[in-house]
């Protein structure tokens, strides 16, 4: 069982595991190693609460598919299990980002004091600008 929070736990037969042949620079080993890791899972068919689904599916993210599957790919490390568990890593970081609710703003207004001092600044920097002009006007 993979835990998200406290209640919301996922568990491992959801996940399905691809390993693939890494890209990039690696000399021959590259070529007949598998370290790459791919993992699938299925949001609609999971064993995830309705509420967690939706937001997953409302998601903006590179790594969720239209039909509905998130896809995390990991090549970073030559090893397939480190590769496995950064996987998982960024899986869990994914499903926890949905839990997060925004703080609400409070509107503030701005006080009497830095209106002033915003107001002096605008003054001084005119009078600079004027002064300017009438030095090299002629």
């Excluded at 209640?7 to 890494?22: K, L, P, Y």
């Excluded at 967690?52 to 598919?65: E, G």
Aim: net charge positive; glycine share 6%; charged share 25%.
């Amino acid at each position: 069982m993979i835990i998200i929070s406290n209640r919301v736990q996922v568990s491992e037969n959801d996940i399905e595991w691809q390993f693939i042949r890494a890209s990039g620079a690696g000399g021959q080993h590259i070529n007949k190693v598998s370290t790459a890791v791919q993992l699938i899972f299925d949001i609609r068919s999971s064993s995830l609460p309705e509420i967690y689904q939706q937001k997953l599916l409302q998601l903006r993210d590179h790594r969720i598919t239209p039909s509905g599957k998130v896809i995390i790919k990991c090549q970073q490390t030559r090893s397939q299990d480190a590769n496995r568990q950064q996987a998982l890593e960024q899986f869990t970081q994914l499903l926890q980002s949905v839990t997060y609710v925004a703080k609400k703003r409070i509107a503030t207004k701005a006080t009497y004091g830095s209106k002033q001092r915003r107001l002096d600044t605008k003054k001084k920097r005119g009078n600079t600008k004027a002064l300017r002009q009438q030095k090299f006007s002629g």
